[in-house]
Each structure stands twice: as structure tokens, then as C-alpha cells.
């Protein structure tokens, strides 16, 4: 099976059974009750885990990849859906769960010969098996415990291994590992399809079936792809592939035997509990983990040919690092914002500027100004050198030109644009980047200053969305998934539109769009400048040849 195919065919599968296994989880009892230690304060069906392995299992039984280590860990992932579905429904004691897991860990190391058994120094050892399987056992149930320990806040756990699996699948296609590739990115499209649905506030979880299953993925494809004997990847890389989650469950574990507590009973002291203690909203929570894992990422990538010393001693500096840092603020009192809308509670100097900048007036608006400026910039520099368009071009622009100048005369003191002036500026935006391809600007000449200038652009759209309270336009994940397809898809080995040029054209198409959408989507005739700027950009396209 094509691998976009197999992308495309689990995220579907998995957003379709959704909704109709919410509608029949009270029937069944798949509910999540709220809790102390849980954030959510109404019932939540938790059948995404069924969903994502439904979705997963399907791509992958109809890719016609059937070698070890496939139907070893389709296998394993059966049996923690098993359990995992059983837990959702009774609530299972660690016994149970624990015994699924050994299951499934075991089916993947006898059944598929998957076991870390070399390790990278100088240049790469083997170990003798009674050192091998109880590191690997061990790694692989710490691991699938991890992101299950992960789950606590809307969208975490499948977001922070959504990460891990972007970068595992990237690593495999560099250094020619399909099966870990086509498994990544298979629950990368299953997991995506889950997000539109878990997004905060969540309407479904994933439940320990689909926790389970995610980190028992992500452990057994990171063991795969460094222990490749053709590939010269660190051993220890998983360390910062999967950081996040490993560093979670070791402070939690080690706090809870420090305070004389079973290391598995539950608590509020994750990392993302901690965040919130200190001040952050769950938005900010969450998006603080996800570029923390995101870091671990650029690291491995950096690092993945070193040693596993030098990767041991990153891993733990980060971890002393994320530790201390948690530790210090909580210590000091120290609060990213107020802890109550009274004034009652502490907050930083560092969070009060914060609130001040979060004014309406202040950094949301520049926000705005800053996306209208930079679009036009663009724009001007593309219609300012390139070539004169071909006869048709020139009269589809005029029409569409005189049209939006009639639109906007029309509609000039309403706050609303209506669809067709969104529909030129986008026009404009396609056209403007075809043009781009074609020739050479004063800002491809400048290639910094363009980097700087689309990178500026998204830092812009990013801020405004997330501190403006008169937004309409919300990004879902499934505008996650346009991106990833627009921008990834183009880059990936052995894609038929694999061109460097082409994945730098929509990446810029993309970007841009989000920028006009932003704007368009704000209130107070805010979208009179994208409008005019498509206007402009339009009337000079109709006009180029004859001034």
C-alpha cells in the first residue's frame, strides 16, 4: 500500500468510528468519571484507543507488509488493546494491566526478535543475552507505562508521541528502515484523526487501550530502528526521542518512593500538574511539553551518530535541568501568572508583563498589523520582478480585480467580508506564489531575510490566535493534517512530487493562507487590509506588460 494511502486511511477510519462509539459509551460504560487528580469535571466517553487501533490495525494488515517484526507486534498491540479495553470498562488493578503488558512485550521479543542488543561507545558491542532481554523487557514496559502516565491533560499524550513518531519516521526514511517508517507514520495518521476530536476542551479520551498502545508503538519502533544493523544510529537514542514521557515517569517514581508511597500509586505531581500549579493554563501546559519534546528532537537529530555516553549525559542533563527547574519555581513560589482572579496568590514580574502585553491594544493588534505588513511585502516583491503573465492571466486578474473593488465598495462599512473577497485574496496568494517559483525576487536573493520573514509571519499568526478573545478562526488538528500534507508530504523520500521547490512553494502557500485567514477572521474591518492588498496585487498582475 502507497504510504500516503496507509496515512490517509487511518486517520479516516479512526475519525469516523469516533462519534459513533461516543454515542454508545454510557450504553457500554466507557466512561471516564472526574476525579481529584483529573482535570476534566464531567464524564468523558474514553473510546479513542479503540478508534486509533482500529484505524491502525487496517492500514497496516493492508499494506502486504507481513515480515517480522509486523505480525509480532500487530500481535502485541491486540493484546494491550484487549486489556485496555477491559481496564476502561472495570478499572483493573496493576496486575492485570501489568500482565497484558508482559504479554504483548514478550510476543514482541521471542516472536519478533526485537531486543536492544548492542550498545554504541567507540563503535558498537553486543551484549550477552542475560544483559539484553531484562534491558529490553524493562525498556519496552517503562516505556508503554510512560505515555499512559502521560495521559492527563487534553491532547498530551497523543501530541507529545505524535512528536516522538515524526521523528522516528524521519530518521527511518534517512537511514532505510520501511517497516519502522510505515508504522510511524500509519498512527501518526490515526493519532491525527484522534486530535480532532481531543483537542481541549476534549470530547473523548484514548483511554489505557490507546495509551498503552502508543507507548508500546513508539517503544518497540525506537528499539527497531537503533538496533538496525545497517543503520549507524545511537543506541540510546530513544532517551531523547521519547524524553518527555521518561523523564515524567522517573520524577513521579522517585518522588513517591522518596515520600515512602508505592511508586505506583497516582498523584498530582506530573509534569504537566506541576505547570499548572505553576500558573499555566492548559493551552500554555500543554504547548510548553510539546516544545520540550520538540527540543529533544533537534538534539537527537544532532546527535544521533554519537556515542550513547554523550547521549546519556544529554539526557540527564535535561532531566536535571526540567527537575530543577520544576523544583526551584515551586520552592521560590514562583507563578507564571495570578492564581486567582481576586489578586489573591503570587505572580512573577516576568507574568505580569505578560498580562500586559496580552492587552487587545497591545500585542494582539501589532500581531495583526505585523501578518498585513509582512503578506504585502511578499506580495510586492513578486509582482515587482516577475515576469508579465500570459494573456489569460492578465484578464482573469482584471476581472477578479474589478470585482473585489466592487465587493469592497459594497461591503466597505460592514464587518463582515463575505466569501468572494476571501476568495481573491486567496486567489492572489496561489497566484503570488506560482509568479515566485518562476523568478527570482529581491527576497530570494536575501534568502535570510525571507527565513527570517515567514518564520516572523508564523511566530505572528501563532501569538494572535492564541491571545485574541475576538477570534473566529480556531485551529483545529485537522488544519495540523492539511500542514503536514502540504509541507511533509512533498519532502518525502520517494514522493511523487518530491522537489525541493515545490514542498518550499506550499510551505510558503500555507503559511500565507493562515496569515489572510487570521486577518479576515478578525473583527472591526480588519479584513479591508488583506483585501486591498489582493486588490493591489491583482490590478498590477492585469496591468503588467502595459505600465
Known sequence: MDLMLGFLLAMSVTMALIPP?????????????????????TPVPRVGGIAM??????????????????????AGVLVLLLFGVWDDRVTLSAGPKLLGQIIAVLLIMQWGDVTISTVTLAERYELPGAIAWPLTFVFLIGVTNAINL??????????????????????????GTPFVGVV??????????????????????????????????????????????????????????????????????TQRMLEGRSPLQAD??????????LGFDHHEAV????LLQACLFVTAWYLRYESDFTIVASFAGVSLLVIGSLQLATALGWRWRPVSRNGNGSSSQLGRFVVWLRAPARLPRWALLFIAAAVAVYLFSVGLESPPPSSDVQIMAAIVAVVTAGSMAMRWREADSGWMLK????????????FDRQTTTFLDRRATLQVVLFAALVTAIVIRFRLASDRRFRVTPLDILVVFIAVAVPNLPGSVVSSATVGESIAKLVVLMYGVETLFSASAHWWRLPSLVALGYLAACSLHGWL
Open 21 to 41: 462509539l461516543m454515542q454508545a459509551a454510557a450504553r457500554w460504560r466507557f466512561l471516564d468519571a472526574p476525579e481529584a487528580r483529573k482535570v476534566h469535571t
Open 53 to 74: 487501533a482500529a484505524g491502525t490495525l487496517l492500514a497496516l494488515l493492508l499494506s502486504g507488509e507481513f515480515a517480522q517484526p509486523m505480525p509480532a507486534y500487530l
Open 150 to 175: 502521560a495521559d492527563g491533560l487534553d491532547g498530551l499524550a497523543g501530541g507529545t508521541t505524535l512528536l516522538s513518531l515524526s521523528a522516528l519516521a524521519l530518521l527511518a526514511f534517512t537511514s
Open 184 to 253: 510511524a507514520i500509519v498512527i501518526v495518521g490515526a493519532i491525527l484523526g484522534f486530535l480532532r476530536y481531543n483537542t481541549h476542551p476534549a470530547r473523548v479520551f484514548m483511554g489505557d487501550g490507546g495509551s498503552q498502545i502508543l507507548g508500546f508503538s513508539v517503544a518497540v519502533l525506537a528499539v527497531v530502528l537503533t538496533q538496525d544493523e545497517t543503520t549507524p544510529l545511537s543506541s540510546a537514542l530513544p532517551l531523547l526521542l521519547l524524553g518527555i514521557p521518561i523523564i515524567d515517569t522517573l520524577m513521579v517514581m
Open 268 to 277: 498530582r505531581n506530573h509534569i504537566h500538574h506541576r505547570l499548572l500549579a
Open 287 to 290: 504547548m510548553g511539553i510539546y
Open 423 to 434: 476568495g481573491a485574496a486567496f486567489l492572489a496568494l496561489v497566484m503570488a506564489v506560482y
